[in-house]
C-alpha cells in the first residue's frame, strides 16, 4: 500500500515527494512582514497607482519587530525623556532655585530720645562698650561645623565658611560701608538669588523684597564716613536642618559702626552708630559645593535714625548732635502707610550681651 503522503498519481519525476526539501525556501509571516516592499492593496490599483507593488516604510530593525514591542519601546523612550526633562528642569536642581521674590526684608528705625551724644574719645571711639564685644570677624562667633542627620562634618564647615564671609563683606568691608562696593556681595548670592539682587541694588524699594540694605549695610558717602575701620561685633550663628535636603543657618549680630560726618578731618566729634542683622540662610549641597548663600530672610534694626526716613537704599544715621524729634503717631486705621514700617526708641548697646 502506498506511503498516504504521496499523491495519487505518484511524486514527480526527479522529486522525492518530501516537502522538507522545500521547508528552507518558505516565507513565514514574520518575514513577510519583515519585507521591503508590499503589493498594492485592490483600492490602491484602481487609484491608478505606476507601480505594482509600495516600498514599505523601513525602520531598520524596529521593521520586524510586532507592534506592541515598538509600542512598549516608544513608551519606554517617552519615560526617560519626561524622567530626563523635570529631573533637569527640577527648581532645586543644580543649586539654581526658584527667582523671584526669595529674600523678605523687614527694618525697624531706632530713634534716640535725645541729641546724639558724641564719643569722649575720638581716637579710641569705642571703649564705651560693654564687655562681649569683638573686632570684626572675631566678634561673628562662628561655631565649629558638626555633622547633621543629612549633611556631613565638612559641608557644615563650608556653609558655616560661606556665611562668614558674606558676613564679613556685606557688614564689616569699607568698601561696601562707604565705598558703593556691590560685587563682593553678589559674588556669594546663588544664581538663583542674583536677578533679586540686581534690582535691589539698581531699583531700590522698601516693598519688604527690594532693599539694598536688605542685603548689604552701607552709609551715603556724601554724608557720613567711618571714623575707624574696624567694627565692633556681638552675636553668633546656628545651624539646623529644615528638611532632608535644607541646611538652615541663622544669625543674630549686632555691628557698631563709628561714623563722623562726611569732608571732615579727625578732629570731628564721632558717634556710634548701632545695627542689629538677623539674617537666615538655606543651603543644598549644590550651594555648598559652589560656596553660594541662598538668603531668605533679613531683619535689622537700626539707629540712631529718625523715624520715617528712607531705608531702603542707604541707612540714614544721626550724628553727634543732631536729634530726630518725638516719634509720629501712627494711626493703624492709616493705610498709606505700610504696615511694616516701625520705628522704636533707641536703648542701650548693653542690652542682651
Not at 544664581?191 to 539698581?202: I, K, V
Request: glycine share 10%.
Amino acid at each position: 500500500m502506498g506511503d498516504p503522503r504521496e499523491p495519487p498519481e505518484g511524486t514527480p519525476d526527479g522529486g522525492s515527494g518530501n516537502e522538507d526539501e522545500y521547508r528552507s525556501v518558505v516565507f513565514d509571516e514574520s518575514f513577510v512582514r519583515a519585507a521591503r516592499i508590499q503589493e498594492l492593496s485592490a483600492s490602491e490599483r484602481l487609484g491608478g497607482y505606476s507601480r505594482g507593488v509600495r516600498p514599505r516604510l523601513g525602520f531598520g530593525h524596529l521593521g520586524s519587530l510586532p507592534r506592541q514591542a515598538v509600542a512598549l519601546l516608544l513608551l519606554v523612550v517617552m519615560a526617560f525623556a519626561a524622567a530626563v526633562y523635570f529631573g533637569v528642569s527640577s527648581p532645586r536642581r543644580m543649586g539654581v532655585q526658584p527667582t523671584g521674590n526669595q529674600l523678605t526684608v523687614s527694618m525697624v528705625a531706632l530713634s534716640p530720645n535725645s541729641t546724639v551724644s558724641p564719643v569722649p574719645d575720638p581716637r579710641n571711639p569705642f571703649a564705651t562698650l560693654p564687655a562681649g564685644y569683638a573686632d570684626g570677624a572675631a566678634g561673628l562667633g562662628t561655631p565649629a561645623g558638626a555633622a547633621t542627620a543629612h549633611f556631613t562634618r565638612v559641608e557644615v564647615t563650608r556653609a558655616l565658611d560661606t556665611v562668614q564671609r558674606f558676613l564679613v563683606a556685606s557688614s564689616l568691608d569699607p568698601a561696601t560701608l562707604v565705598q558703593g562696593e556691590t560685587a563682593a556681595v553678589r559674588a556669594l548670592v546663588t544664581p538663583g538669588e542674583q536677578a533679586q539682587y540686581d534690582q535691589s541694588l539698581n531699583s531700590p524699594s522698601d516693598d519688604q523684597h527690594h532693599a539694598a540694605t536688605g542685603w548689604l549695610i552701607r552709609f551715603d558717602p556724601g554724608n557720613v564716613a567711618l571714623a575707624a575701620d574696624s567694627v565692633k561685633v556681638a552675636g553668633g550663628m546656628k545651624v539646623a536642618e529644615a528638611d532632608s535636603g535644607t541646611l538652615d543657618i541663622d544669625t543674630d549680630h549686632t555691628f557698631v559702626y563709628a561714623l563722623r560726618p562726611a569732608g571732615t578731618d579727625s578732629a570731628a566729634p564721632v558717634s556710634l552708630f548701632s545695627v542689629r542683622r538677623e539674617l537666615r540662610f538655606e543651603f543644598d549641597h549644590t550651594d555648598i559645593g559652589a560656596a553660594r548663600v541662598r538668603l531668605v530672610d533679613a531683619a535689622l534694626q537700626a539707629g540712631p535714625m529718625a523715624c520715617g526716613v528712607p531705608l531702603a537704599d542707604h541707612l540714614q544715621p544721626l550724628l553727634a548732635g543732631q536729634s530726630a524729634g518725638a516719634p509720629p503717631a501712627v494711626s493703624p486705621a492709616d493705610h498709606r502707610v505700610p504696615a511694616w514700617q516701625v520705628c522704636g526708641v533707641l536703648g542701650p548697646l548693653g542690652a542682651g550681651h
